[in-house]
């Protein structure tokens, strides 16, 4: 499948409704742009799981799918499937990370996840981040809302399996769901690498691309 490359990013913005949301959706991509970009900067907000075990287990994670890069994480204590109740904090944590940050890319939820955590952060995203590029990541998971993904990344050799490997490393808090495991994550990187003619990879969803042609 032919490539339309990127431009240089050296700025990210990445949220995440729960501490392993970022990395089950686009962990691939983090390793990707981490390797090929020194000292990536990239900005992190995740809503629930401050203060425990989970915040704990997200700074690790982010850190070894990000190595090299400069990672600022800020983990809410917003009770995990309640989001929708606390929508002015939501809102509010959106705007503060939009005022430290101008990201080439920003990743976070896809708007019809089912789970209305995800959901809602997804929705308020380009209420904050009004003329940037915004890419919704997927959750594998046991609802059948999996997306038609319309913007592929293709993961260079061995970046899936470690992926695959690195989650189940740093987040032994989710080993019990039946759904978290090394095959299931291949599982579905090896159907987005058919889709995009590549052994593995991750897709996203694009809601609006500005695309210039030639120099201006």
Not at 99 to 121: I, K, M, W, Y
Request: proline share 6%; with cysteine.
């Amino acid at each position: 499948m032919r490539e339309l490359l990127a431009g240089g990013v050296d700025e990210i913005a990445v949220v995440g409704a729960h501490c392993d949301d970022i990395a089950i959706g686009m962990g691939g991509t983090l390793l990707s742009l981490s390797a090929d970009t020194p000292r990536l900067q990239v900005h992190a907000l995740v809503l629930s799981g401050g203060g425990s075990e989970r915040e704990s287990e997200e700074r690790a994670a982010l850190d070894a799918f990000c190595p090299g890069a400069v990672v600022r994480l800020t983990v809410l204590d917003i009770p995990d499937g309640r989001t929708p109740a606390y929508w002015q904090q939501v809102k509010a944590a959106l705007h503060g990370l939009r005022q430290t940050c101008e990201p080439s890319v920003v990743f976070g939820p896809q708007r019809r996840d089912a789970h209305q955590d995800h959901r809602l952060l997804a929705e308020l995203l380009p209420t904050e981040f009004r003329d940037h590029l915004i890419l919704g990541y997927e959750i594998l998971k046991w609802e059948t809302d999996t997306p038609r993904p319309n913007l592929f990344h293709p993961l260079p050799h061995g970046v899936a399996e470690k992926k695959a490997q690195l989650l189940g490393k740093h987040y032994p808090s989710q080993a019990m769901h039946d759904w978290f495991d090394e095959e299931a994550f291949l599982g579905l990187s090896r159907i987005r690498g058919v889709q995009c003619r590549s052994r593995h990879a991750e897709a996203f969803t694009a809601e609006k691309i500005s695309l210039g042609f030639g120099g201006r």
